[in-house]
């Protein structure tokens, strides 16, 4: 019986053993960041007004003033996709798609933007070691647009406040490892002191706000990074042992059982 034991007890560690062998930490991968417009629409709750280029990267509206230099409607521009194969796990993140804001003067009897919603997308593929494509990861970002009045000095800049800060963050399960994906941005953060009051304003909700601020006349850009890093797993000597010692204590406790 004891033979028996052992042998049994040895090959529950091999078995373990091959499993955690055949797990390899990717530490390098490829990836391809892409986003697109997918929904929007203006202060009167409707799109007029409103274009978005046949891309779906570029989202303009409202009606240029009369006073406007530029005859443009103002505009979000995103520029991707961007794509390479140096994201490293655990290591600096990557630069990857960005958007600008255009701001032009626009009539004040037309409505302005309020509301957009952005689907933005990220393929990995393992590149150290190498592997085949993973599903595209998809997630979708929306924000809310405040035109602050010119005539404002406590709030010179307009402001895009994310509606759920959370969704600029995943994670997907590869070969035994779980791993952890997100999205950061230059001028993206918590929306204090005048402009945290004027959103509260217009929302009658007091709490915390995220997002970005930009300028009132020109143009600003959103720069986003992507990095990803590992979840902590079990040392495969740790499981080897718990895997061996649970089986080794079944089968004792069947043997006592039949005794």
């Known amino acids: 019986m004891k033979n028996k034991l052992a042998a049994t007890c040895l090959a529950a560690a091999f078995v373990f ?6 797990a390899a930490l990717v530490t390098q991968w490829s990836y391809v960041n892409d986003a ?12 007029d007004y409103m274009v978005l280029s046949p891309d779906g990267r570029t989202l303009s509206w409202g ?12 505009s979000l521009v ?3 996709p961007v794509g390479g194969n140096d994201l490293m796990t655990s290591g600096s993140a990557v630069e ?22 952005v689907e933005a997308t990220v393929a990995f593929t393992p590149f150290l070691p190498a592997g085949l494509p993973l599903p595209v990861e998809t997630t979708y970002l929306e924000f809310l647009f405040f035109e602050t009045p010119n005539s404002n000095v406590a709030t010179p800049m307009d402001i895009f406040v994310l509606t759920d800060p959370g969704a600029t963050s995943g994670a997907f399960d590869y070969d035994g490892y779980t ?3 997100s999205f950061l941005s230059d001028g993206f ?10 959103i509260v304003s217009q929302l009658g909700v007091d709490t915390d706000y995220y997002g970005w601020l930009a300028s009132e006349d020109g143009s600003t850009s959103a720069q986003f990074y992507l990095g990803i890093s590992v979840a902590p797993v079990p040392e495969p000597a740790t499981m080897l042992l718990l895997g061996a010692g649970l089986l080794g204590l079944g089968l004792a406790a069947r043997r006592n059982t039949k005794n």
Do not use: C, R
């Open 17 to 22: 053993s091959a499993t955690f062998a055949s």
């Open 36 to 47: 697109t417009f997918v929904d929007w629409s203006n202060e009167d709750a409707n799109q």
């Open 63 to 74: 009606v240029p003033s009369v006073f406007s230099q530029t005859g443009l409607q103002s």
């Open 78 to 80: 995103i520029d991707g």
């Open 96 to 117: 990857v798609v960005s958007i600008t804001h255009f701001n032009y003067l626009m009539s004040s009897s037309f409505p302005n933007l309020a509301y957009g919603k």
């Open 179 to 181: 791993y952890n994906f």
């Open 189 to 198: 953060g918590l929306l204090t002191g005048a402009y945290h009051d004027y």
